[in-house]
């Protein structure tokens, strides 16, 4: 049922046509790759025009597009495409948290968790956009089922970190979900060893070679032309070996996030998603004194992945906004799987999930309207 919903609530949204640049990138990138097996850019942008002799590719990772342009290779290019593809990883997503779960022994939770995931806030939204995020949360997803399911063999170990190299092909963010794999394994050293030494290999072989001609911007930053990209710039002065001055501008750009939350600046939708993001990190906490022991590696991994992710965000980028909550997708739906078993009658299982149900539902219409309302504003673009 949750699945069958989760689908429904993947393409509802799916009204708008591309609205973004970064869709129209991913689109013809994916059409010309399913075309030709070419991953050259055709969709251009000025930085690397100027600096970098053609052929290059994109700035971005190599991952989503191969994907796409494989599907667009089976069933056909289109916007429609990309849209049944996120819809597959969203349902994915959800059945894997529900199978993680399971298997970790808290099958009440199971249905908790996915059902909440599925009402999570961007998540279904971002389904309708010609973006990476859905189909990036699968695979972290999928790399810590096999790790959950699989890990205690050989052979299990070895195929995580062949998804964990997908999964960093796809953007390398996938990175921060390193810890929570590793506290999967810390009981087995020589699964730890197997998973790492392949995520290794995969990305040295694989991840490398196909991203050795993106062109300049890695991390999504270009160089700033307004002088007020504050992470840009930190980025920039620590690749220039200026760390005093990476420093400063990191603390500066932490200090205006943090004063646009202090202030109230944030739109209520936002504030609501952030709301409830933190409520997904504070309920793992609070669960944790319940967890097995040999869950408690992977709990601490995640939490440690999700920290840092934090700590990049208020550093480099705008939290609020659309693209803060947009980055933190990768690591909310796997603080899921810290989601304790309901120790008490039925009642409180149908009751937590009424409250959070409402809460989400609430969260993803208001997201809805301030994500369209901020494409609206910086494109122009509207729905067909």
Known sequence: MAALL??????????H??????????????????????????????????????????????????LLGLVMRIVGSGYWTAVALNAAA?????????????????PRAARIAAGFFVLLPTSAIFSSWV?????????????????????????GAILCGIALGVALLIRESAGFVVPALFGLFLRSRRELVAFALTATAFVAMVNIPLSEKRGPGGANLDKPLTGQAIGADAVFAAQAGDLSRAVELSLARAGANLHTIALGQLSSGE?????????????????????????????????????????????????????????????????????????GARRLE???????GIAGFVANVKAVTAVLSSVSSETGVRSR
């Open 271 to 343: 504030r609501w998603i952030l709301g409830l993001f933190s409520v997904v990190f504070v309920w793992g906490l609070l669960g944790a004194g319940r967890l097995p022991r040999d869950q408690l590696g992977l709990a601490v991994g995640l939490w440690l992945g999700f920290l840092a992710l934090l700590a990049v965000l208020f550093l480099l980028f705008i939290v609020g906004a659309w693209s803060g909550y947009r980055y933190l997708l990768i690591m909310v739906p796997p603080l899921l799987l810290l989601t304790p078993e309901p120790s």
């Open 6 to 15: 989760s689908v429904a609530i993947a393409v509802a949204p799916s009204f």
């Open 350 to 356: 149908l009751t937590a999930c009424l409250i959070l």
């Open 90 to 106: 969203f349902t994915l997503s959800t059945l894997l948290i529900w199978d993680s779960l399971r298997r970790l022994g808290r």
């Open 131 to 155: 973006m990476a995020e859905v189909t990036l949360g699968a695979a972290v997803l999928l790399a810590l089922w096999i790790g959950i399911r699989f890990g205690k063999v050989l052979a």
């Open 17 to 66: 046509a591309p609205a973004l640049a970064d869709e129209f990138v991913y689109l013809m990138g994916a059409q010309r790759f399913a075309e030709t097996g070419s991953l050259n850019a055709v969709y251009y942008d000025v930085v690397p025009l100027l600096s970098t002799p053609f052929p290059f590719q994109d700035v971005h990772a190599p991952g989503y597009v191969i």
